[in-house]
C-alpha cells in the first residue's frame, strides 16, 4: 500500500525559525509512523510561484494539507475576533502572547477556526513582537512616523494603528515589500526581527526601532476534509507531531531576537526604546484601542489579566 503522503508549506527560508519547526513537525511525524506517511515540506510557496498571502487559500483548496500562516490572515474573513490580537501595544511580551494563547481566549478562536473556517487549528506558534523598519531616518518618537509609506499586513487595525501614528499604510505581500522598498516607493515596514533578518530586509531599511508594537501570533491549520479523513491513529500523530513542533518552535523564538541582534552590523541602525519612549507610542495609538473596545472587551479583558 503506498504512504499516504502529507505536506506542510511555510513562505520562509530554510534557516527560518518556522521552517525549520516545520521540518521538526515532519521529524516528529514520520518517527511515528514511519514509511506509512510521506512527508514533504515546501520552505516557501513563492519559489513555486506564489504569494505569502496564497498559502492559506491554497491549504483550504486542498493544494497542501497543512500551512503556518499569522493570524492576522483570520481577521478579514472567518474569524473576525483574531482582532483583539491584532490590537496595538496590547501585549507585553512573547510570554504574555503564550499566556494568551494557550489560555480561555486561545481556546475559542480555536474553536472558531475549526467551527467557521475549512481549516482545523492545530497549534500556535510566534513570529515574534513586531518592530519598526524604515530607510528615511532613526525612529524614536511617534513624531519620527509622520509622512513615512509603511507596507502592512491585510489587517485592516493595523493600518488603523500606522495612521494613528501618521503614516501610509499599505497592504502589500512580502515580495512587493522589498521590490518596493529597493524602488523606494515604501519607506517603512513592520516584522519582527527574524524575518526583518531572514528577508534581508535590514539591507534595505537600515533603521530599525524596538516597538513591540504588536505581537504576532501564527496560526498552524490543516485542510479540515483532510485531516477528517486520515485515519484517527495519523489523526492523533498529526496532533502530537503539532504540540511537539509548537514546543519546538517557541523555543526557538525566545531566543531568536538576541540572536539576530547580534548578527545586525553597521549601518544598521538598532533604536531600543527606553520605557517612557514605548510608552509614548502606545499613547498615540490607544485611540484605535479604545475604539474598538466595545467589540473585543471581553477579549481584551482576558488579555489584561494574562499580563
Excluded at 35 to 43: A, R, S
Excluded at 60 to 85: M, N
Excluded at 92 to 99: A, I, K, P
Aim: net charge negative.
Amino acid at each position: 500500500m503506498p504512504p499516504l503522503e502529507i505536506s506542510f508549506a511555510g513562505y520562509q527560508k530554510p534557516e527560518s525559525i518556522h521552517t525549520r519547526s516545520a521540518a521538526f513537525f515532519g521529524e516528529a511525524l514520520t518517527a511515528e509512523l514511519g514509511d506509512e506517511v510521506g512527508f514533504t515540506l515546501i520552505p516557501s510557496v513563492t519559489e513555486l510561484g506564489h504569494r505569502q498571502g496564497d498559502m492559506i487559500r491554497l491549504v483550504g483548496e486542498g493544494e497542501f494539507d497543512l500551512c503556518y500562516i499569522a493570524a492576522s490572515f483570520f481577521t478579514t474573513s472567518f474569524v473576525p475576533a483574531f482582532g483583539a490580537v491584532d490590537l496595538p501595544f496590547v501585549f507585553d511580551d512573547q510570554h504574555h502572547g503564550y499566556r494568551v494563547m494557550d489560555g480561555p481566549l486561545g481556546r475559542s478562536l480555536a474553536a472558531a477556526i475549526d467551527d467557521l473556517s475549512p481549516y482545523k487549528w492545530l497549534g500556535y506558534w510566534c513570529n515574534g513582537m513586531r518592530h519598526l523598519s524604515n530607510s528615511v531616518r532613526p525612529v524614536r518618537t511617534p513624531a519620527d512616523c509622520r509622512g513615512l509609506r509603511i507596507r502592512t499586513l491585510a489587517s485592516p487595525l493595523h493600518g488603523e494603528t500606522f495612521r494613528a501614528l501618521g503614516m501610509t499604510p499599505e497592504a502589500t505581500d512580502i515580495a512587493t515589500l522589498l521590490e518596493r522598498s529597493a524602488a523606494g516607493t515604501i519607506d517603512a515596514q513592520d516584522n519582527p526581527l527574524t524575518n526583518i533578518f531572514n528577508f534581508r530586509i535590514h539591507e534595505l531599511q537600515p533603521h530599525i526601532t524596538m516597538t513591540g508594537h504588536f505581537w504576532a501570533p501564527a496560526v498552524v491549520v490543516a485542510n479540515k476534509n483532510a485531516f477528517r479523513n486520515w485515519p484517527a491513529h495519523v489523526r492523533d500523530a498529526v496532533r502530537a507531531a503539532a504540540e511537539a513542533s509548537t514546543r519546538h518552535q517557541r523555543r526557538l523564538a525566545l531566543a531568536e531576537d538576541a540572536r539576530i541582534m547580534a548578527l545586525l552590523e553597521p549601518p544598521v541602525e538598532v533604536v531600543t526604546l527606553t520605557p517612557e519612549e514605548r510608552a509614548a507610542f502606545a499613547a498615540a495609538t490607544a485611540p484605535v484601542v479604545e475604539a474598538h473596545r466595545a467589540e473585543f472587551g471581553e477579549a481584551l479583558a482576558q488579555i489584561a489579566a494574562a499580563a
